[in-house]
């Protein structure tokens, strides 16, 4: 079975690449985690209102995925609990 750095297809490789490490959709994917954390917004309206802010697809033209920028959000969000 192929995977792409740890993940199931390259969609959900790309959809963490850039999340993770383009500093501008960094920073709006910790803002709205900090909604979550401070009880402002549910998790599932997290990645909602992150698809929407996102552009239509990845810079490298591969279509975000829900489920990983789910997964993404809960780990930031154990984080930042952490530090609240």
């Known amino acids: 079975m192929k ?3 740890g993940y199931t297809t390259y969609n ?3 959809t963490a690449l ?3 490490n383009d500093e501008d959709m960094y920073n709006t994917m910790q ?3 900090e909604l979550v954390v401070y009880r402002h ?3 599932k309206q997290a990645v909602e209102r ?3 802010r996102l552009p239509a697809k990845t810079p490298d033209g591969a279509t975000w995925q829900a489920d990983t920028i789910a997964e993404l ?3 930031n ?3 930042q609990l952490k530090y609240s």
Request: cysteine-free; charged content about 20%.
């Open 77 to 79: 969000y154990v984080e």
């Open 41 to 43: 917004i549910t998790k």
């Open 3 to 5: 995977t792409f750095n």
């Open 18 to 20: 850039w999340l993770n």
């Open 31 to 33: 803002n709205i985690v």
């Open 73 to 75: 959000i809960e780990e």
């Open 50 to 52: 992150l698809l929407k």
């Open 12 to 14: 959900h490789w790309n």
